[in-house]
């Protein structure tokens, strides 16, 4: 069985197990499912064979973001921070991968920074003193998302426009209104986008 169709599998059966512990309140399962998708993807890549310059951005990005989905599991500030922090340096990697191979539009930049300011808009009663962390995270996944959409390969565009999005999500249920339903649609589309970038490796 080729490796993308066992890493699909193995992500979509580890997050189910998360989605499932969460609702359940079974720490220890939710920390295998979710450490367990992300650890997969990083497998994907390493099986598709990371031999460039992208495609070591792309393994780093993943690798951080395994971190970050590790420290997201609590809901301490400092988790919250450490989290930050560590996919902020993963956007950074990815935005360094595509870089490499982008031809940007200022166009799509003047429409990322509008959502971005939006989204900033809506979460700014909520942030606190987080404000100056959550304001540095965006302005890195927006130049992210901005080099992605000028790369030529449909799965790099689509994942990190997935990323960016499943974000929203994580902010909403930090910021805005906790809750189930952000994960449940957050993290779906938080997978997808990573298993885009992945595949993007091969």
């Not at 991968?97 to 166009?107: D, G, I, K, Q, Y």
């Not at 990322?112 to 304001?135: K, S, Y």
């Not at 790369?151 to 994580?170: H, I, K, N, Q, T």
């Amino acid at each position: 069985m080729p490796a993308e169709w066992v890493a699909i599998g193995s992500v979509a059966a580890l997050l189910a197990v998360h989605l499932t512990a969460e609702a359940r309140g079974a720490p220890a399962l939710r920390a295998l499912g979710k450490v367990g998708a992300s650890a997969a993807l990083v497998a994907l890549a390493l099986a598709l064979g990371v031999e460039g310059a992208f495609e070591r951005g792309i393994l780093a990005g993943l690798v951080l973001s395994v971190l970050g989905d590790a420290l997201l599991l609590s809901r301490r500030r400092l988790a919250f921070l450490g989290g930050l922090v560590a996919f902020l340096l993963a956007h950074v990697a990815y935005a360094a991968a595509f870089a490499r191979v982008t031809h940007p539009s200022l166009a799509l930049a003047l429409v990322v920074l509008a959502a971005t300011g939006t989204a900033l808009r809506w979460l700014w009663a909520g942030l606190g003193d987080l404000r100056i962390p959550v304001v540095a995270y965006c302005a890195v996944i927006s130049a992210m998302l901005w080099l992605a959409l000028g790369v030529e390969r449909p799965a790099v565009r689509a994942g990190a426009l997935l990323f960016y999005l499943s974000d929203l999500l994580v902010a909403r249920d930090r910021f805005v209104k906790p809750g189930m339903s952000n994960r449940v649609v957050g993290l779906p589309l938080y997978y997808a986008g990573q298993l885009l970038l992945a595949l993007a490796v091969g």
